[in-house]
């Protein structure tokens, strides 16, 4: 596969663009990955290959994030766990499952996401004074975090959204400190599905460290944006994206 200038150019637009839309909200893969398969990559080589730019976007994010102190660390193990045991079983998931299955699950999932937005907007902005509750003893919390990991692991694409509604919704962080715990969740699924796809021998390092290089500039410029804007405009531009990556599962 010869990654031409033009192909340097869309993965880099694309992926800085997709680091931004991660950091804020989620759905960035939804560029991501057509950008990959437009390269000639099957949707599974795609959906492997695009976790070299997640997981290097989480990482930059999540260090923009915690220099600003908006990373609680009260609970980080008990939200670690569950995301990490789902992320394992939705990478393997993944790896052997027919391709067939990522459009379907990536549409559904996207779809139900707008719809909790617009009818319920407070799952995933808690009025302001909300005290943020623990995983331990929170079933619903630990349930919600566990599948969230089986999303991430299993098609990525979205995941954003699905740890917002965890840890907002179940948690109750305000956005800005769910967006840094959401980094954190998915900088740790991935890395375990990365890791199990390349044991697999299904990523392609080249494209995949091009876009890592936009998604990383991405992440950076999306923190900056996070600490200024309010929550309000947070929630209707996760609620805008959701309806994006809803538009953009139609297509791929």
């Not at 907007?121 to 929170?138: D, I, Y």
Request: with cysteine; proline share 5%; hydrophobic share 55%.
């Amino acid at each position: 596969m010869d990654v031409t200038p033009f192909f340097v150019v869309l993965l880099l637009s694309t992926g800085l663009i997709a680091g931004v839309i991660n950091t804020l909200a989620g759905g960035g893969s939804n560029l991501t990955l057509p950008a990959l398969m437009m390269m000639g990559l099957p949707a599974d080589i795609a959906n492997a290959t695009n976790r070299v730019g997640v997981l290097l976007q989480c990482l930059v994010g999540l260090r923009g994030f915690d220099k600003h102190d908006k990373l609680p660390r009260d609970d980080l193990g008990g939200i670690l766990v569950p995301t990490l045991l789902g992320g394992g079983l939705g990478a393997l998931a993944a790896s052997f499952m027919p391709n067939l299955w990522l459009k379907p699950v990536l549409l559904v999932t996207m779809i139900g996401m707008a719809l909790l937005i617009l009818i319920r907007p407070a799952t995933v902005a808690p009025p302001e004074g909300v005290s943020p509750s623990p995983v331990k003893g929170n079933r619903k919390a630990w349930l919600a975090l566990f599948v969230a990991g089986i999303y991430g692991g299993f098609v990525q694409a979205g995941v954003g959204f699905i740890l917002i509604a965890a840890l907002a919704g179940s948690l109750r962080y305000d956005l800005v400190r769910t967006n840094a715990l959401k980094m954190l969740c998915t900088a740790a699924f991935t890395a375990i599905a990365l890791g199990i796809f390349v044991w697999r021998d299904q990523v392609m390092w080249v494209p995949g460290l091009v876009l890592a290089v936009g998604t990383m500039t991405g992440a950076k410029l999306g923190v900056g944006l996070a600490l200024k804007v309010s929550q309000n405009v947070l929630k209707w531009f996760l609620f805008a994206m959701t309806l994006c990556a809803s538009a953009a599962a139609l297509w791929l």
